[in-house]
C-alpha cells in the first residue's frame, strides 16, 4: 500500500473539518503535561485533528498497570512513556511534529520549559501534582490557557464529567468529585470520557471558540 502524502493526509482532513479550521489545527502548538490515562488519550485525539505541533512531558515508564486505561501497548512495557506515545502518534499522524520531555515538572523547570506553548494540558494522576502544576501556570504563566482535570474514577454516570470555565483562561474537566483514594479505581471508559473533554476544550480553544 502506498503511503499518503502530507498534502493528501491534510486533503482529508480539511474536507473533515473546513479548510480555515483546519489551518487553525495545523498551526497550534499544545504541551501535554502526564501522558497516563488522560495524556495519553488527549494526544491521540489532537493529532488525529490535525493538530500541528505537541509537546509530550512526562518521567515515568510504561507499566503493566498503566494497560487497562492508557494508550500503550504490552510491548511497550519498560519504555519511556514519552518514547512509547511518540511512536504511536507518529503512525498516526506521521507529519505531526512531536517534541518529548522526559522530565519531572516542579516549580522551577515548568515557566522555562513550557513559555513558548500558548495551550496546556495538565493530565497528571496525583492531586498534588495537579494542584503544583496548576498553581505554577496561573502565577507565572498568566497568558496561557489552561485545562486540567478533577475527579474521573469510578463508574459513575458520564454524565457528571463536564467541563467548567474557571477564569477567561482556565478550564477544569471532570466530575471534580471521584477520586482514585473515593473507592474503585480508574476504569478505561470513564477515564476518555474526561480526555475527550480535555481534546474538545483544547480544539474549541484553537477554532477561537473559548466558552465551556
Excluded: W
Excluded at 502526564?34 to 509530550?56: D, M
Amino acid at each position: 500500500m502506498r503511503y499518503p502524502t502530507k498534502q493528501e493526509m491534510y486533503a482529508a482532513l480539511e474536507e473533515r473539518h473546513g479548510k480555515q479550521l483546519q489551518e487553525k489545527f495545523s498551526q497550534a502548538s499544545v504541551a501535554i503535561c502526564g501522558l497516563g490515562g488522560l495524556g495519553s488519550n488527549v494526544a491521540i485525539h489532537l493529532v488525529r485533528a490535525g493538530v500541528g505541533k505537541l509537546f509530550l512531558l512526562d518521567f515515568d515508564q510504561v507499566d503493566i498497570t498503566n494497560l487497562n486505561r492508557q494508550q500503550y501497548f504490552p510491548d511497550q512495557l519498560g519504555e519511556y512513556k514519552t518514547d512509547a506515545l511518540k511512536h504511536t502518534l507518529s503512525r498516526i499522524a506521521p507529519y505531526c511534529q512531536i517534541m518529548t520531555k522526559c522530565v519531572k515538572l516542579n516549580e522551577q523547570n515548568i515557566p522555562e520549559l513550557l513559555a513558548e506553548f500558548p495551550i496546556i494540558c495538565e493530565a497528571f494522576d496525583k492531586p498534588e501534582q495537579k494542584a503544583m502544576l496548576v498553581n505554577t501556570v496561573l502565577e507565572k504563566l498568566p497568558e496561557t490557557f489552561l485545562i486540567a482535570s478533577s475527579g474521573m474514577a469510578g463508574l459513575d454516570t458520564p454524565n457528571t464529567i463536564r467541563t467548567r470555565k474557571i477564569t477567561p483562561k482556565f478550564y477544569l474537566c471532570g466530575d471534580e468529585e471521584n477520586g482514585i483514594e473515593s473507592g474503585i479505581g480508574l476504569i478505561s471508559a470513564r477515564v476518555a470520557v474526561c480526555a475527550a473533554h480535555q481534546a474538545t476544550t483544547i480544539l474549541r480553544i484553537i477554532s477561537g471558540e473559548n466558552s465551556a
